[in-house]
């Protein structure tokens, strides 16, 4: 089925730049809702296993709650996904410096990143009908990253079969080298509200990163075999959270990357689904890990636009992205390198496409 796009004004933020919000619509009533702040999705709507539409990530409802919010509810951000360990990184012999906004580190981009700014949107042709395109421009030295950065994100949604499709595709240039490492930090609940511990979680992932007490990747590229971070057949999401793993303790839950197996194709990485709805998501991507993330520092001060709280254990990110820190990791480990660079140089692209695909268990 063939989507349409429609534009409203959301609001404006404190600098008075107006905020829009675009909706992806399908005949069949499922839907997909993104804001140009922070290019972040905001709604998903699809059908659970009896038919029923229900909104499946966690939006807010309106521009200053998106403002007050730590945590990056349905972002793309940027310039660098994850953490850079102290805030530094060196790049052709000069070092860098980013705003440390996580303790020690920088953590998606720094203070004033991506998921803060107002994209551009416009509609372009998609494989299934009209897509959104969402392009921003980072200058040189924003945030301490040099060069100048073209990103873009679109958004395409369709459906056949029954399975409802929502298909992002990111791009970026540099006019110096810089590190890239774009992605989508939507929080999911597949039954629409309640816990997602009993979701049911299966990634395509034998090893996973161990983190030091800053959760800044200690460089080893760990098996997941006996661990909390097998998820290799369907587990429960909460069934280990409290076994009292060090590596959970330290982040106080999961927020891990979990290295993703067969790297470099467009592959399906994972499969979650929620036994009370019965709402099936499968993630294909062509990045090399995933950061899985419990919401561990939610606390309910989040509201949704239906005015419901959003506490630890209500959603999860399943973060599509480059391995975190690689700018500094890829020196000291060949395991790293062999999984890419996460620096891009002029007249290269970054380019990589997550899809996310719902259906009926």
């Known amino acids: 089925m063939t989507a349409t796009l429609h534009s409203t004004a959301f609001g404006r933020t404190r600098r008075g730049e107006p905020v829009e919000r675009w909706e992806l619509r399908l005949p069949s009533g499922a839907s997909a809702a993104v804001l140009t702040r922070g290019a972040a999705l ?24 998106y403002e007050a919010a730590e945590g990056y509810p349905g972002a793309v951000v940027g310039r660098v996904a994850n953490r850079i360990a102290g805030g530094r990184f060196s790049l052709d012999g000069t070092e860098h410096a980013v705003p440390r906004n996580d303790g020690p580190n920088a953590l998606h981009g720094g203070a004033e990143g991506f998921d803060q700014r107002v994209w551009s949107a416009e509609e372009v042709p998609g494989p299934d009908g009209p897509a959104l395109r ?7 030295g924003d945030m301490g990253f040099p060069g100048e950065l073209r990103a873009s994100v679109t958004y395409a949604l369709s459906e056949a079969d029954g399975r409802v499709a929502l298909r992002l595709d990111y791009r970026a240039s540099t006019s110096a080298p810089t590190p890239v490492n774009l992605t989508n930090h939507a929080y999911v609940n597949l039954d629409g509200g309640g816990t997602v511990e009993d979701h049911l979680v299966q990634v395509r992932a034998s090893r996973y990163l161990p983190v030091d ?5 200690t460089g080893e590229l760990a098996p997941v075999a006996g661990t909390p971070f097998d998820f290799a057949t369907p587990t429960r999401l909460g069934e280990r959270l409290r076994e009292g793993h060090e590596q959970l303790r330290l982040a106080g839950g999961y927020d891990h990357c979990l ?15 929620a036994p ?8 294909e991507t062509d990045l090399p890990g995933l950061q899985l993330y419990s919401g561990n520092f939610l606390d309910g001060s989040w509201r949704t636009p239906e005015g419901r709280q959003v506490r630890q254990g209500d959603a999860v990110c399943l973060e599509t992205q480059l391995l ?10 060949t395991e790293f390198a062999a999984l890419g660079s996460s620096v891009l140089r002029p007249g290269e692209e970054f ?8 259906s009926a268990a």
């Open 42 to 65: 905001q709604q998903v709507r699809v059908p659970d296993a009896d038919g029923r539409l229900g909104d499946v990530v966690v939006g807010l409802g309106d521009v200053a709650a």
């Open 134 to 140: 969402l392009s921003l421009l980072s200058p040189d």
């Open 213 to 217: 007490a800053d959760l800044v990747p």
């Open 259 to 273: 290295v993703l197996d067969e790297p470099g194709a467009l592959r399906r990485v994972v499969t979650a689904t």
């Open 276 to 283: 009370r709805s019965g709402r099936r998501l499968e993630v």
């Open 324 to 333: 975190p820190d690689a700018v500094n990791q890829v020196a000291r480990s």
């Open 351 to 358: 380019a990589s496409t997550t899809v996310l695909t719902f």
